[in-house]
């Protein structure tokens, strides 16, 4: 597939940062590799191969690692952010080296998911913006996400906003859909 994979990988990973010390949170290593290796694996398995690290807390080692790619037989470009901006600000950051549309993934989380399914949802509608839910059945570490019959999101709730007698819902998935031009009118020059 042709289409471009924005890999979010910029977070401080303050909750991990007891276990994983040292290196920006998609690098802690499971069994010999770091994690975003094993994301971008995946990615490729489902037919990827151009890419854009968005980097942030010790980015260089990101990038150091996975270079430009071709030692996995892909493209990897890289945006940087000098402090913590935040997934908005990141994106249009990135805004030059963004393709007409993307999928966008947290570089800290693996959804194992049909790409190809996402893919043709995608092509046959003519969204926007699309993000990839999850059902879960303990709520107890996420926020919920609500949906009408349409699949349109009615309403995001955080964590610590999540009622307590609520214990199952859609959760993000971690993977987007995203139209470059949604962005362009908040891109200041």
């Known amino acids: 597939m042709d289409r471009q994979v924005v890999i979010l990988v910029g977070g401080l990973g303050?909750?991990?940062?007891?276990?994983?010390?040292?290196?920006?949170?998609?690098?802690?290593?499971i069994h010999?590799?770091?994690?975003?290796?094993?994301?971008l694996?995946?990615?490729?398995?489902?037919?990827?191969?151009?890419?854009?690290?968005?980097?942030?807390?010790?980015?260089?080692?990101?990038?150091?690692y996975f270079g430009d790619g071709s030692n996995f037989g892909v493209n990897i470009e890289y945006s940087n952010e000098e402090a913590p901006?935040?997934?908005?600000?990141?994106?249009?950051?990135?805004?030059?080296?963004?393709?007409d549309d993307f999928f966008m993934v947290n570089g800290d989380t693996f959804f194992d998911i049909q790409y190809e399914i996402l893919?043709?949802?995608?092509?046959?509608?003519?969204?926007?913006?699309?993000?990839?839910?999850?059902?879960?059945d303990d709520l107890s570490r996420y926020g919920i996400i609500e949906i009408d019959d349409n699949y349109k999101v009615i309403s995001f709730f955080e964590k610590d906003q999540v009622q307590e007698?609520?214990?199952?819902?859609?959760i993000n998935g971690g993977v987007y859909f995203v139209k470059k031009e949604?962005?362009?009118?908040?891109?200041?020059t």
């Open 119 to 136: 893919e043709d949802f995608v092509t046959s509608k003519n969204h926007e913006f699309l993000i990839a839910l999850r059902y879960s």
């Open 165 to 170: 007698n609520r214990i199952d819902g859609y």
């Open 41 to 64: 694996q995946l990615l490729i398995q489902n037919g990827y191969q151009n890419f854009l690290f968005l980097l942030g807390y010790k980015g260089d080692m990101i990038k150091n």
């Open 14 to 29: 303050t909750r991990l940062r007891s276990v994983v010390q040292d290196v920006p949170k998609p690098m802690a290593d």
């Open 85 to 99: 901006l935040g997934t908005g600000v990141a994106l249009l950051n990135a805004l030059d080296k963004l393709s």
């Open 182 to 188: 949604i962005l362009e009118p908040y891109y200041k």
């Open 32 to 39: 010999g590799k770091p994690f975003l290796e094993y994301l």
